[in-house]
């Protein structure tokens, strides 16, 4: 077969992803990498389901199900569409659960590179995250998928049932090793996690961090009123571990959420919390903290929030836990707790709220570390290395 040859400068780039109903950082990931490639001259374009399609409770639950696991309209639809873009690359990243992932069969077959974007654990673990009755659960490692249905890891035994069978069938036909030609992790965590469990090689995997939006200024973070949490309320956040480390230290703490964040756990009447419409105003409340707590409990897969914070000169104090360790440097750039310790927690707080001119520094240096490692420029110079190497 010829060489078929690509305009570097101009490539026909087709991202593919499904759009969850609550957004989150993975959906804006995706499309903060379709706006800097537009930015640069790309031909972009962007094949798409969006979960907002199907009906809400049961009824859409069951519709979802049906879909994620034969939906010959979405394969139909996707070759129609291969057939008038033409793509030189196809950027996958989240299909679950209206988008078939048996279109990369179609990309295969027309000699089209793919590249995979994993933004969660769906690789290794059918409720995504690897965290189950507050803890790290590896039970579905292995080819164990069914421990999902056994311990009813999602809402229901139903819907656990068609998780560990969408995760079956793609791991028993390695539908992805068989078609994807290089995966990107947003941390060295997630792309070590990968090759270690889903049989994926070292060669055709990069860790590229999320961009971020670097704002021009930055603050004295030893002026903040406040330690601050942002985020979805669920429980895999550690948020009860902060408000037991918040008691404990008597630092006043605030929590943000977004409007659309889904929301399955009740905090206390005494909790100071606050729900964000906006960039804006998630802008202001970053900016307006001494320094951002994040006592996930569950192993993350970047820790945007973090990143974020860090861009306005606001340090963080992380769980050191999976990803997280790749977000920070220990007394540099953060400060790192024992993850699910609520009292090693409140004393870093403790620490923290009784030092201004350590935040200051810390958030400074982090600041500086966003800038040289979370950029759009950065991010658009290693996925570029990416896309060059499969098309190659």
């Given at each position: 077969?010829?060489?078929?040859?690509?305009?570097?400068?101009?490539?026909?780039?087709?991202?593919?992803?499904?759009?969850?109903?609550?957004?989150?950082?993975?959906?804006?990931?995706?499309?903060?990498?379709?706006?800097?490639?537009?930015?640069?001259?790309?031909?972009?374009?962007?094949?798409?389901?969006?979960?907002?399609?199907?009906?809400?409770?049961?009824?859409?639950?069951?519709?979802?199900?049906?879909?994620?696991?034969?939906?010959?309209?979405?394969?139909?639809?996707?070759?129609?569409?291969?057939?008038?873009?033409?793509?030189?690359?196809?950027?996958?990243?989240?299909?679950?659960?209206?988008?078939?992932?048996?279109?990369?069969?179609?990309?295969?077959?027309?000699?089209?590179?793919?590249?995979?974007?994993?933004?969660?654990?769906?690789?290794?673990?059918?409720?995504?995250?690897?965290?189950?009755?507050?803890?790290?659960?590896?039970?579905?490692?292995?080819?164990?998928?069914?421990?999902?249905?056994?311990?009813?890891?999602?809402?229901?035994?139903?819907?656990?049932?068609?998780?560990?069978?969408?995760?079956?069938?793609?791991?028993?036909?390695?539908?992805?090793?068989?078609?994807?030609?290089?995966?990107?992790?947003?941390?060295?965590?997630?792309?070590?996690?990968?090759?270690?469990?889903?049989?994926?090689?070292?060669?055709?995997?990069?860790?590229?961090?999320?961009?971020?939006?670097?704002?021009?200024?930055?603050?004295?973070?030893?002026q903040g009123t406040y330690a601050s949490f942002a985020g979805r309320f669920v429980k895999e956040k550690g948020i009860n571990t902060l408000l037991e480390a918040a008691d404990i230290s008597k630092v006043p703490?605030?929590?943000?959420?977004?409007?659309?964040?889904?929301?399955?756990?009740?905090?206390?009447?005494?909790?100071?919390?606050?729900?964000?419409?906006?960039?804006?105003?998630?802008?202001?409340?970053?900016?307006?903290?001494?320094?951002?707590?994040?006592?996930?409990?569950?192993?993350?897969?970047?820790?945007?929030?973090?990143?974020?914070?860090?861009?306005?000169?606001?340090?963080?104090?992380?769980?050191?836990?999976?990803?997280?360790?790749?977000?920070?440097?220990?007394?540099?750039?953060?400060?790192?707790?024992?993850?699910?310790?609520?009292?090693?927690?409140?004393?870093?707080?403790?620490?923290?709220?009784?030092?201004?001119?350590?935040?200051?520094?810390?958030?400074?240096?982090?600041?500086?570390?966003?800038?040289?490692?979370?950029?759009?420029?950065?991010?658009?110079?290693?996925?570029?290395?990416?896309?060059?190497?499969?098309?190659?």
């Amino acid at each position: 077969m010829s060489k078929i040859s690509h305009n570097l400068e101009q490539l026909r780039i087709l991202h593919v992803f499904n759009q969850p109903r609550s957004g989150g950082g993975s959906l804006a990931s995706t499309l903060a990498t379709i706006s800097i490639f537009k930015k640069t001259g790309h031909n972009v374009e962007t094949f798409t389901r969006k979960s907002t399609e199907l009906p809400a409770g049961l009824k859409g639950k069951w519709a979802a199900a049906s879909r994620a696991l034969y939906n010959p309209e979405s394969v139909r639809d996707f070759r129609a569409f291969l057939k008038r873009f033409n793509p030189d690359i196809v950027h996958a990243n989240e299909f679950f659960p209206l988008v078939s992932p048996n279109i990369l069969m179609e990309c295969k077959e027309r000699g089209i590179p793919v590249v995979l974007t994993c933004d969660d654990y769906h690789l290794t673990c059918p409720a995504r995250t690897h965290f189950r009755n507050g803890e790290i659960c590896t039970l579905c490692l292995n080819g164990k998928e069914y421990n999902s249905v056994l311990n009813k890891c999602k809402n229901s035994y139903s819907e656990s049932a068609i998780n560990a069978l969408y995760n079956y069938n793609l791991r028993r036909k390695e539908t992805y090793q068989n078609t994807v030609d290089h995966f990107i992790t947003c941390s060295e965590f997630t792309k070590s996690w990968i090759i270690e469990h889903a049989n994926v090689s070292p060669n055709c995997i990069t860790a590229i961090p999320h961009s971020i939006e670097i704002p021009d200024t930055s603050v004295n973070a030893g002026q903040g009123t406040y330690a601050s949490f942002a985020g979805r309320f669920v429980k895999e956040k550690g948020i009860n571990t902060l408000l037991e480390a918040a008691d404990i230290s008597k630092v006043p703490v605030k929590l943000a959420r977004n409007v659309n964040h889904f929301v399955d756990i009740v905090l206390p009447d005494t909790a100071d919390s606050m729900v964000t419409h906006g960039r804006d105003d998630l802008a202001s409340f970053y900016r307006n903290a001494r320094f951002l707590v994040f006592p996930s409990n569950w192993f993350e897969t970047y820790g945007v929030v973090g990143a974020e914070s860090m861009a306005h000169g606001v340090p963080v104090l992380a769980a050191k836990i999976g990803a997280l360790n790749n977000l920070i440097e220990d007394g540099k750039t953060g400060v790192f707790f024992e993850a699910g310790n609520a009292q090693d927690l409140a004393e870093k707080m403790r620490m923290l709220w009784e030092d201004p001119d350590l935040c200051n520094r810390l958030g400074q240096a982090g600041r500086q570390y966003a800038i040289d490692n979370w950029s759009e420029e950065v991010n658009f110079k290693h996925t570029m290395k990416v896309y060059m190497k499969v098309l190659a």
